[in-house]
């Protein structure tokens, strides 16, 4: 199976100190890899997640005197754009590599995806294996790695719904591996680990089906 391609030269591209050169590089070297990997996952991806997805570069943050500190592709089944739907997405920064699942942005399905994660917490905690490595990544410093999540407890996914209400930070949640074992995983490796995460996709992805069918849009007058 293919290597992703991506070693310490990407990685290296967040120790460039200037803000401006940093987002420059990332934009023009390191988001076109992980694009290209999504697009050779694409097909995988869709099978695991049980619908078409679609590749969506996320813009490279720039904040004046602040340098970005990580550089993602999302996937998810609207052509249009990944905010406030359910995405995959596939992240770098500076000493790792993620597979995440999650909801940015607010849409009219919170509501639906927040009740059908609060709902499925029961079932989600009993997974055991496949969320024995997943951590939150809400609010972390992009260095050290949050804890592992105790995605063994219903009250955890709970937390997760709760974040999901609207106005609400929304859900990201994930897998990491460091730098150095991002250089032998293979496309294999990493559908793997979105497979693992699918149940989650999955059950959010629905909300948002059944939420849309039952407020159809209104006749044009």
Not at 118 to 146: D, I, M, Q, T, V
Request: hydrophobic residues 45%.
């Amino acid at each position: 199976m293919a290597g992703l391609g991506l070693g310490p030269p990407d990685f290296g591209l967040f120790e460039i100190d200037d803000p401006d050169a940093r987002a420059t590089a990332l934009e023009g070297a390191l988001q076109p890899k992980l694009v290209e990997v999504g697009r050779h996952c694409l097909a995988g991806l869709s099978r695991v997640a049980g619908r078409k997805l679609f590749v969506h570069p996320v813009k490279i943050a720039r904040r004046k005197g602040t340098a970005p500190d990580e550089a993602l592709v999302a996937f998810c089944d609207s052509p249009k754009g990944y905010r406030g739907l359910p995405y995959l997405a596939a992240v770098t920064t500076r000493e790792h590599l993620h597979a995440r699942v999650g909801v940015k942005g607010d849409s009219p399905g919170r509501a639906a995806m927040q009740r059908a994660i609060a709902r499925e917490a029961p079932n989600l905690a009993r997974k055991g294996k496949p969320f024995r490595k997943l951590r939150s990544f809400h609010g972390w410093n992009f260095e050290e790695l949050p804890d592992l999540a105790p995605a063994h407890t219903p009250a955890f996914w709970q937390e997760l719904a709760d974040e999901l209400a609207p106005g609400a930070a929304g859900l990201d949640v994930g897998i990491a591996w460091s730098r150095e074992e991002a250089r032998s995983l293979s496309l294999g490796d990493l559908l793997g680990v979105f497979r693992d995460l699918a149940p989650v996709f999955k059950i959010l992805a629905n909300a948002v089906d059944t939420a849309s069918a039952a407020s159809p849009v209104p006749p044009l007058r």
